[in-house]
């Protein structure tokens, strides 16, 4: 079952987007914007607090953006930008129970209002925040 993880019957389709963790949200909207040409799906800078933006291509978000000024650093000394990794799959809660099966633990769920997409998060081995992420109500068979 752990090695069918990516191919055509299998639970993950892609990465939906990555969560970067940046200490000036102008700087870095004008970067993934100017720079990489990515368009802003949501501006959180008018939100206050942790802020949060979304870019990406006309049709996807791509990366997830999350201001802390403070840009933390870990013992080793490596800063920590990667808030965390989401995983596309087809049918997100019968991919919810299979991870459950398998002996992972949940942290968040999330549904997005609005939109009938849903998204589990659980951490790796190493503490690295992961998520699955799919439209409610669509039906695979891994």
Known sequence: MFSKLIGKST???GIDHVA???SDMDKSIRFY?????LEVHHDGRKEGGTKK????TKSRTLVALTEDANLGQDAAG???????VAF????VDMAKEILKE????FIEEKLEKNSNRKAYHFLDPDGLELEIYGEV???AVY
């Not at 490596?78 to 965390?84: P, T």
């Open 53 to 56: 933006s979304f870019l990406g």
């Open 102 to 105: 398998r002996g992972v633990e």
């Open 33 to 37: 914007g100017e720079v990489l040409g």
């Open 88 to 91: 596309r799959v087809d049918d």
């Open 11 to 13: 639970m993950l389709k």
């Open 78 to 84: 490596s800063l920590q930008r990667v808030g965390h």
């Open 20 to 22: 970067i963790v940046v």
């Open 137 to 139: 109500g669509q039906k």
